[in-house]
């Protein structure tokens, strides 16, 4: 076990030493000479050879990158030229809103997605059973942007129950309860599809389960029925969804920059689409790099959860 | 999304070939997926033959007319242009983009799959950890990294979703070829000479194949939602160019007056993606037994 661990935190290393390669090589492949871009058009060649020369742009390109990633590992992403702040402070502070709204979600969707699974599995081949798992297979077909626009034309444009931009209200609020009702939509819109996602994975996780010896020996046992569901069925069902919390997550991250659009919600998703429309490419860079990097460790807690939750793979 | 991690089914090609019309009455959800699907593509691809408006032809008087008024079969949007035409030719659009990046997606990934596995060892190693480097990106952030570097536009943003499809690919055929790699067969082609290209190319692909057509179809519907997307946040089709996704983007100013402009495409990908998804999970079922068995 401890030689897998070795090997999987030397893979974490590696895969992010790849990811920085390639933001590197990504933002070096936009066309024109960034000094040149940052001079303006009017600036004469000897200036924009003593810039190259301070950004160390006349260096050969591997040399930048390793000067560039040794400033990245000490905490320097660099400057937005849109905002003229530091980059990684910008970024930090903007990730602390996606955390919200896809923690919000993460929660709706797997207890929600839980419940119908195994209500589902419990009632197999009943008309719950086929009205949820249509439901299903509609939620895992609907675009979150779109279930955003339509919430916003229900709750907000229609019924006037929810507020549907930001995340505090701009006059007065700003304390919990404002927070919670500024997330209710966007958390419910990011959900959608993961909630239904889930609900199929634990079904056929719940019926594969359900046909194992150890199920029927508890029955056999003569043990209640709900406690068979929870002690046996349950628990041994709750590592088939713990393999897809890493999928999850990276769907959650991928899936916030849409419904922050939509909701104006102040987090790095929005900020990124920005940033690229603005071409601050700085701010690209820091803000892809970063969410990268916390996919790549939410992966690896994952990898680890599911050692420790599964006794078997301990010993393997 | 995770729906990609479903186990790949078993390769098993003889139960698909018999009876292929019996399953198809035998089930519903195949049936009404493939006409939902057929349906939506046929109309697309008659657009230019049918009586429509010109889709960019504006006309201010009419605009964000509602549904069946002024002539309107589904209203007009807020420059007057006709919902109906600009749907169909917007799905022309969007169509052929997922299924160019799923093209290109697939050769990409499928070779780089199908090396890996008939290889094994170093070959597998190095192209699985790269592979690995693709995966640490959330899909859309490296969608939007990539358009970020060649700028916004359809064929950028259709460049760049095929560049996040190889891995799915990737591992996808990978899977597949690890169960039929040590299989009789193809020790039988090695054994009559046959080159690896062509045990490749005339063994391995043949016997994966069926299994890869859920994977496409399973595919085609994330991509038609992956495009519509980065379209929706500007970053792929540019005016005048309309596909689903910048439709949705032009209603969602307009959706206190005239929310039917957002709504209506929409629908439309929620109806085509839905299609794809009941014929991918009754195509999975299908080649499944143990998986159908359980499910049915």
Redesign the interface.
Same mark, same amino acid.
């Given at each position: 076990m401890h030689r897998y661990l070795v090997q999987r935190l030397l893979?974490v290393v590696?895969?992010?030493l790849?990811?920085s390669l +390639? #933001?590197f090589i990504?933002?070096r492949?936009?066309p024109g000479d960034p000094a040149r871009v940052l001079l303006g058009p009017r600036a004469t060649e000897e200036q924009v050879a003593q810039l190259r020369t301070a950004y160390g742009l006349d260096q050969p390109l591997h040399m930048q990158y390793v000067t560039w990633l040794a400033r990245v590992v000490r905490g320097d992403l660099g400057e937005s030229i849109q905002l003229h702040r530091p980059v990684l402070g910008e970024v930090v502070e903007r990730f602390r809103g996606t955390l919200i709204l896809a923690v919000a979600a993460m929660i709706i969707s797997f207890t929600v997605g839980i419940v119908f699974g195994v209500a589902a599995a419990l009632r197999a081949?009943t008309a719950l059973d086929r009205a949820l798992m249509s439901l299903a297979?509609?939620g895992?077909?609907?675009?979150?942007?779109?279930v955003g626009?339509?919430l916003?034309?229900a709750f907000t444009?229609g019924l006037r129950w929810l507020p549907a931009t930001g995340m505090f209200s701009p006059t007065g609020g700003g304390d919990l309860q404002d927070l919670l009702v500024h997330l209710v939509l966007p958390a419910v819109s990011l959900a959608v599809?993961?909630l239904a #996602?889930?609900a199929r +994975?634990t079904r056929?996780n719940v019926?594969?389960v359900l046909?194992q010896l150890y199920v029927r020996t508890a029955r056999a046992k003569g043990l209640h029925s709900r406690t068979v569901v929870l002690r046996h069925v349950l628990r041994n069902t709750l590592i088939g969804t713990v393999?897809?919390l890493g999928?999850?997550?990276?769907?959650l991250?991928?899936?916030t920059?849409?419904i922050e659009?939509?909701f104006a919600w102040p987090g790095i998703g929005a900020m +990124?689409?920005n940033?690229?429309?603005q071409r601050d490419?700085p701010l #690209?860079q820091g803000g #892809?790099l970063l969410?990268?990097a916390i996919?790549?460790l939410i992966n690896l807690s994952t990898d680890i959860l599911y050692l420790y939750l599964d006794p078997r793979l301990r010993h393997a | 999304?995770?729906?990609?991690?479903v186990a790949l089914p078993a390769p098993s090609r003889a139960p698909v070939a018999s009876s292929w019309r019996l399953r198809l009455l035998d089930r519903p959800l195949l049936s009404i997926g493939v006409a939902l699907v057929l349906l939506i593509v046929l109309l697309a691809l008659i657009a230019p033959l049918l009586p429509l408006r010109d889709p960019n032809v504006t006309a201010p008087a009419r605009r964000l007319s509602g549904a069946g008024v002024n002539g309107y079969v589904l209203g007009s949007d807020q420059l007057g242009r006709d919902l109906l035409s600009r749907l169909l030719w917007g799905a022309r659009v969007s169509i052929t983009v997922a299924l160019v990046a799923a093209g290109v997606a697939f050769v990409a990934g499928g070779s780089i799959g199908l090396l890996a596995g008939f290889y094994g060892g170093v070959v597998d190693n190095v192209l699985m950890?790269?592979i690995?480097?693709l995966m640490?990106?959330?899909?859309?952030?490296l969608a939007?990294?990539?358009? @970020?570097?060649?700028g916004?536009g359809l064929l950028n943003a259709l460049i760049a979703i095929a560049v996040v499809n190889i891995s799915f690919y990737a591992r996808g055929v990978r899977a597949a070829v690890l169960v039929v790699r040590h299989m009789a067969f193809i020790e039988a082609a090695r054994a009559l000479g046959a080159r690896d290209v062509r045990i490749l190319l005339k063994e391995v692909l043949p016997s994966v194949a069926p299994p890869l057509l859920v994977f496409v179809t399973l595919n085609i519907?994330a991509l038609i939602?992956e495009t @519509?997307?980065l379209s929706?946040? &500007?970053?792929g089709a540019q005016p005048p160019t309309a596909d689903w996704g910048t439709m949705?983007a032009d &209603?969602?100013q307009f959706?206190?007056t005239a929310?039917h402009v957002?709504?209506i495409p929409?629908l439309a990908?929620?109806a085509l993606?839905?299609g794809?998804?009941?014929v991918g999970?009754s195509l999975r079922d299908m080649l499944d037994p143990t998986?159908a068995h @359980?499910?049915?």
């Open positions: 893979l590696l895969v992010l790849g990811v +390639l #933001v990504v933002t492949l936009t081949n297979l509609l895992i077909s609907m675009p979150p942007f779109w626009l339509i916003i034309i444009l599809v993961p #996602v889930i +994975l056929a019926l594969e046909n393999t897809i999928l999850e997550t990276g769907w991250l991928a899936g920059v849409y659009t939509v +990124l689409v940033a690229i429309l490419y #690209v #892809v969410v990268a996919y790549v | 999304m995770p729906e990609l991690a950890r790269l690995d480097i640490a990106f959330p899909y859309v952030l939007i990294a990539l358009v @970020a570097a060649l916004p519907g939602v @519509a997307g929706f946040i &500007g970053l949705l &209603g969602r959706m206190m929310p957002a709504a929409g990908v929620l993606v839905w794809l998804n009941m999970d998986l @359980a499910t049915r």
